[in-house]
């Protein structure tokens, strides 16, 4: 499989990276925010959805990264900042437009009610697989589903 490499502008793009970063686990180590370079960014390993469906032993993780251009403002609920150490999981990445114009709220829903929300000027993300691929036996699932 080749590395994926996405780009988000808008928040139907960012249901698609949404889709790709479902179920993907990282450290809080792993988060950083840089005010001065307005970007926001996550390393993390993300489960591999779009081959999941075509084995039948075995899944893949791949480290990738995930980056917020044009970042206001971040701020987390649900996370222990001084752990650095505590693994979270990100179910979902969404989009809430503040008026008519481009800027609005990303929030990315974790595990555990947690949540992390970025004030954005603008949708601008992009997610690149950055490391090599690992297989993983077991394959995450929602209750319900």
Do not use: Y
């Not at 179920?23 to 779009?50: C, G, H, T």
């Not at 971040?74 to 800027?103: T, Y």
């Not at 990303?106 to 690992?134: K, M, P, Y």
Request: aromatic share 6%; glycine share 6%; proline share 3%.
């Amino acid at each position: 499989m080749t590395d994926l490499k996405l780009v988000a502008l808008d928040s139907e793009d960012l249901a698609v990276v949404s889709a790709h970063m479902q179920d993907s686990v990282f450290k809080v180590a792993d988060i950083a925010w840089s005010p001065r370079d307005a970007q926001f960014s996550i390393a993390a390993n993300r489960f591999v959805w779009e081959e999941a469906g075509k084995k039948r032993k075995g899944f893949e993780r791949r480290r990738t990264a995930l980056a917020f251009k044009r970042v206001l403002a971040v701020r987390s609920s649900g996370i222990d900042r001084k752990n650095r150490d505590d693994v979270l999981s990100l179910l979902a990445v969404s989009f809430e437009p503040k008026g008519e114009g481009p800027e609005g709220t990303v929030e990315l829903a974790l595990a555990g009610a947690a949540t992390i929300v970025l004030d954005v000027e603008c949708i601008e993300v992009q997610l690149a697989d950055i490391g090599g691929a690992w297989e993983t036996a077991s394959k995450p699932r929602h209750p319900g589903a």
